[in-house]
């Protein structure tokens, strides 16, 4: 039987959910889902200064907008507490809630004597580097303490000594051979031995990773290529462990349209943020799936369900993505136009009504059904609805001088008295509609682009848009005969 696919995203929640880590969920995400694996997600949160519950909550928040659903982790929902209720049998998944782990497991493996107690102090420390660094030597730690018997380490320990919990770092080469990047090699002599567990129990964040790595099963590790210097650390821990360590995939950089590492500075970072200006799941999930990963052509736009059956770890590319927004915004306007409408409504209705608090015709389904139909090939973005469909709420002037000669020639008032009075006494529906405007064309004279393009310009102050039979099913008959006799 083929080993089960488990992938985890390892938010640390000192912030908002930003683009990167956004990417790098999704790409684990989307790997378990193709290999019907699972995706683990699991909270870094040992750094006890800057992680926030606020941070927590709102990760959870934008990784559920996102559709990025996961299978092990803290629950979200309303009252929910997700440092109490988790789902999966590997946890807690809050590192936080793990630090008994992390200590038995640095203290076995000090009993076994693959790492031992260091009783240097900070001070002692800190005189040995500056004098490595005046001498041109290696700085790393001189192994004072790895030598001690084991009855002088514990008769120290039993004395009340603090210590901190080293590991015996194996002189020789580690290669790794990442999915992405390659070969990468570490020589021999590049590390000293490393702390695992400071003297004050608390244990330090490469060793806490592969603990949990390895007691959660993952098997494949996504994430970005700041964590590829980590890996020497991590690749020597799970040697101290007897760990096989999972295959490893470092995506590349996304850097801003100025090619510098993407911040603040290129503007909107955070998910959070893009729900907010309008923008769909389904639009940033294709945007931030192609940023660093492609199958190897230049096809743009994907449904969830065609990521899920394309993505291959293997085509996650080595040059760095380059956050383009005008493309976001572009590729929200193909998203959005290709929904069907009955899934846009919930989405644009809450817009449409807090715009035109007042306007009855919102809570009428069919009319809303109309105008979000109408006014879905218009916009780019969800925030565009009250705008788009403005011209459908208010009598708009003509747009330009051509607009407004049209409507001003004698033929066209002509066209428009007759038409309002057919429109007053026809069934408002569409053969009603076509029947009304043949009437009052052969009483006015005017046919062809003379007869549609006025009436079109007359009612909306346009001469492009949707379909005039689709904004006289929007409009009504009373706002429709206004219109026209304004
Ligand atoms: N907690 C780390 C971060 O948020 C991720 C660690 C990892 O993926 O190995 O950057």
């Known amino acids: 039987m083929s080993e089960e696919i488990r992938v985890r995203f390892a938010p640390s929640p000192t912030g908002y959910l930003h683009v990167g880590g956004a990417r790098t969920a999704l790409f684990n995400w989307l790997w378990a889902r193709k290999t019907g694996g699972k995706f683990v997600l699991r909270i870094e949160d040992t750094d006890e200064a800057r992680s926030t519950v606020e941070s927590v909550n709102g990760m959870l928040h934008d990784l559920k907008w996102l559709g990025l659903d996961w299978d ?7 009252g929910i507490d ?13 590192q936080s809630q793990r630090l008994e782990i992390y200590q038995k497991i640095a203290h076995e493996l000090m009993d076994k004597g693959i790492a031992y107690p260091c009783f240097c102090t900070d001070e002692e420390l800190e005189e040995k580097r500056k004098k490595a660094e005046e001498e041109h030597r290696s700085v790393h730690y001189d192994g004072t303490c790895r030598n001690l018997t084991k009855e002088e380490a514990q008769r120290r320990i039993d004395a009340g000594e603090p210590y901190t919990i080293r590991v015996r770092v194996p002189q020789k080469d580690y290669v790794l051979e990442d ?26 964040y490469n060793f806490c990773v592969v603990v949990d790595d390895a007691l959660m099963g993952i098997t494949h590790v996504v994430r970005a290529e700041e964590h590829l210097t980590n890996t020497h650390r991590q690749l020597i821990l799970y040697e101290a462990l007897g760990m096989k360590p999972p295959r490893f995939s470092h995506a590349s950089l996304i850097l801003g349209p100025d090619k510098s590492k993407l911040s603040k500075r290129h503007g909107a970072t955070s998910v959070g943020q893009y729900a907010e200006e309008g923008f769909l799941p389904e639009a940033m999930i294709n945007f931030l799936a192609l940023l660093g990963w492609n199958e ?3 096809r743009e736009i994907y449904s969830v369900k065609e990521l899920i059956e394309c993505f291959e770890l293997s085509h996650i590319s080595k040059s760095p993505g380059v956050f383009d927004k005008d493309k976001l915004v572009w590729m929200n306007g193909q998203h959005l136009r290709a929904m069907p409408v009955d899934e846009l409504i919930p989405l644009v209705a809450p817009l449409l009504k807090k715009a035109m608090p007042d306007d009855k015709r919102l809570d009428d389904p069919v009319i809303m059904h109309k105008l979000v139909e109408l006014i879905q090939v218009k916009m780019t973005l969800l925030t565009d609805a009250p705008e788009v469909a403005k011209t459908f709420f208010e009598a708009s002037e003509p747009e330009n001088d051509e607009a407004r000669a049209m409507i001003e020639t004698e033929k066209s008032k002509k066209l428009f008295e007759a038409l309002a009075a057919e429109f007053e006494k026809c069934e408002w529906v569409r053969e009603g509609y076509n029947a009304s405007i043949k009437a009052a064309s052969k009483i006015a004279e005017v046919k062809g682009k003379d007869l549609y393009m006025p009436i079109r310009v007359k009612i909306t102050g346009s001469c492009h848009g949707p379909e005039l039979v689709g904004i006289l099913d929007v409009l009504g008959r009373e706002e429709t005969i206004a219109r ?3």
């Open 484 to 486: 026209l006799k304004k």
């Open 72 to 78: 092990e982790g803290p629950e979200y929902g309303d």
């Open 179 to 204: 999915e992405v990047r390659g070969r990468v090699e570490w020589k021999a002599g590049t590390l000293g031995d490393f702390i695992i567990l400071r003297s004050s129990g608390m244990p330090v």
């Open 296 to 298: 190897g052509n230049d």
């Open 82 to 94: 997700p440092y109490k209720q988790q789902k999966g049998d590997k946890g807690p998944y809050f």
